[in-house]
């Protein structure tokens, strides 16, 4: 199996914006972040959620229109 590299950098970005988002949330939740810290972690909050969902109903074949 042939692995060109694509998928390494990808998967850094997204554990460098994981890493972010976890201390972005550990300071919202301690009380001291600010109201942009607090928008981000909102809006990252509603994104896993709706991503949650839509796995789901994948998941369960619920999008089908038999």
């Known amino acids: 199996m042939k692995n060109d590299g694509k998928c390494q950098s990808g998967c850094v ?3 460098v914006g994981f890493i972010i988002w976890l201390i972005i949330n550990i300071r919202v939740e301690a009380g001291m972040g600010t109201s942009f810290e607090r928008a981000v972690d909102g809006i990252v ?3 896993v959620l709706l ?3 839509f ?3 994948r998941f369960f074949e619920s999008d089908r229109k038999d």
């Open 51 to 53: 991503t949650a969902i």
């Open 13 to 15: 970005w997204v554990s």
């Open 45 to 47: 909050g509603g994104a």
């Open 55 to 57: 796995l789901a109903l």
